[in-house]
């Protein structure tokens, strides 16, 4: 077993050579990530994994990879996407340009998830989508627009749940066990590494979508990610957090007013 | 006597159910006294749609304070928290709660090995861990955690459990502190109380 001790001399390595900041995760969870990475690729003992993940450039892609969660879908949370459907993306459809940042994209569900709506809408020609994540490999993945053909029933379902008004199979082509989808929404979409704990805000936005990220976080990094996204929204922009998240005990929060009984918030 | 002994020590209480725990929660909840002095946490498997069916049904049946586990919460005495579904459930050092989306867990998330690991490490030999019902085998790694950190580890008896197998496997992996029927689960925690 590692210790709590053993995971701030590995995190310290990390920091220090490779430039990555996890020392203000919440520690219950890195904790986990990093004794599951430990136990799955059988190392012997914390000396190995320390000078490995130290000093092996190709081993830290991955541990890069599985220390941070990367399981997302996509419309997950239906009521949420029904809510950027009939609540905000109308009222952005009214901006002669749209830019949208989805921050912790992960393997891109939910830019492509949002694609669909702003297809729908009839937006997407105008819009652009910035999805970023501090993972390099797993944007690789966000660009194909490849998904697990045996989840798209799921997919499917959440789609027709969130107000879904196409036959959900229109989007994609079945490519043996995957489904590619259709290079017309990945074509507004620009994918960039950016990691929220080191780097600074490079745009201005009508919306950010954040989902289940913050909750890896501690509440000091909490807070300085909201002030990233602060000055990263524009005036009347909106913010939106997954169920769990909340914008609640950051300082700056009176200025932001909740949209409906979603996790979306609506710059003052 | 010796309950007496061990049960001040009693910092947080951890249950965890599945398929047919259901009955056994509403009987425990509505026999528990008013005054429990430790927060008490629930993580039992159900579809991500049933979100608040849970909370709502044990809100109707006791006078403690029930809600959904929020993350970075801190866990209160008296108090009943229930892991979100969809969502693991850790503890942190400070005692706050921390929520993670990460891969399921014997096909389970929330799943009940998460939390009582986590669990085990923060409270040691001051948590009380009560496995109940189940038709797969989650908990059981949990528990065997809980056990080598000192915590006490109770197992609901499969011979009253509607799905025995998850009790089942905790008795065959786990030296359990007690097993017990379900009608003796409700006095049991709160002897914990003394």
Not at chain 1, 236 to 249: H, Q, T
Not at chain 2, 52 to 58: A, E, N, P, V, W
Not at chain 2, 101 to 116: G, H, L, M, Q
Request: negative net charge; proline residues 4%; aromatic residues 12%.
């Amino acid at each position: 077993m590692i210790d709590n001790e053993q995971v701030e001399i590995l995190l310290n390595d990390v920091l220090e050579n490779h430039g990555y900041d996890f020392l203000e995760y919440s520690p219950a969870s890195i904790k986990r990530r990093i004794i599951r990475l430990y136990g799955l690729d059988n190392f012997v003992s914390f000396a190995e994994f320390r000078y490995t993940v130290k000093t092996d450039k190709q081993y830290f892609k991955r541990f890069l990879e599985e220390i941070t969660v990367n399981v997302t879908e996509m419309f997950r949370d239906p009521s949420f996407y029904k809510s950027l459907r009939n609540d905000v993306l109308p009222v952005l459809g009214t901006y002669p340009f749209i830019r949208i940042w989805v921050a912790g994209c992960s393997t891109g569900e939910e830019a492509y998830s949002l694609a669909i709506v702003l297809k729908e809408l009839n937006l997407l020609h105008k819009s652009l989508i910035y999805a970023t994540d501090i993972n390099p490999s797993v944007l690789e993945k966000a660009k194909k627009g490849m998904f697990p053909l045996s989840y798209l029933k799921q997919y499917s379902e959440n789609y027709l749940q969130s107000g879904g008004l196409k036959d959900f199979s229109a989007y994609y082509t079945a490519n043996y066990s995957l489904a590619k989808f259709d290079e017309s929404l990945s074509s507004k979409m620009i994918f960039s590494t950016h990691n929220l704990v080191s780097d600074h805000s490079f745009n201005e936005f009508q919306l950010i979508l954040c989902r289940n990220v913050l909750i890896y976080f501690d509440k000091g990094l909490q807070h300085k990610v909201f002030n990233l996204f602060d000055s990263s929204i524009e005036k009347l922009g909106y913010l939106a957090l997954g169920s769990k998240e909340s914008l609640e005990f950051w300082p700056k929060a009176r200025e932001y007013k909740r949209v409906k009984m979603e996790k979306i918030w609506r710059k003052l | 006597m010796a309950q007496t002994i061990d049960s001040a020590s009693c910092e947080a209480l951890i249950i965890g159910g599945s398929a047919g725990s259901l009955d056994v929660l509403l009987e425990i909840f509505p026999a528990l006294r008013k005054d429990i002095r430790f927060p008490i946490v629930l993580v039992v498997h159900r579809k991500p749609s049933n979100e608040s069916l849970l909370t709502d049904l044990l809100k109707s049946r006791t006078t403690l304070a029930v809600g959904e586990a929020e993350e970075k919460e801190f866990l209160a005495p008296g108090k009943v928290f229930i892991a979100p579904a969809d969502y693991h459930m850790l503890i942190e050092e400070d005692r706050s709660i921390s929520l993670d989306y990460s891969e399921k867990i014997n096909y389970s998330r929330p799943s009940i090995d998460v939390t009582f690991q986590a669990a085990a490490e923060v409270f040691k030999e001051k948590l009380v861990c009560i496995l109940l019902s189940g038709s797969n085998s989650d908990g059981v790694e949990g528990l065997k955690c809980v056990n080598s950190f000192g915590g006490k580890v109770v197992i609901q008896n499969p011979d009253t459990a509607i799905m025995p197998y998850m009790p089942q496997q905790a008795a065959l992996n786990v030296v359990p502190n007690i097993i017990l029927d379900s009608r003796d689960m409700a006095d049991y925690i709160n002897k914990l109380n003394d």
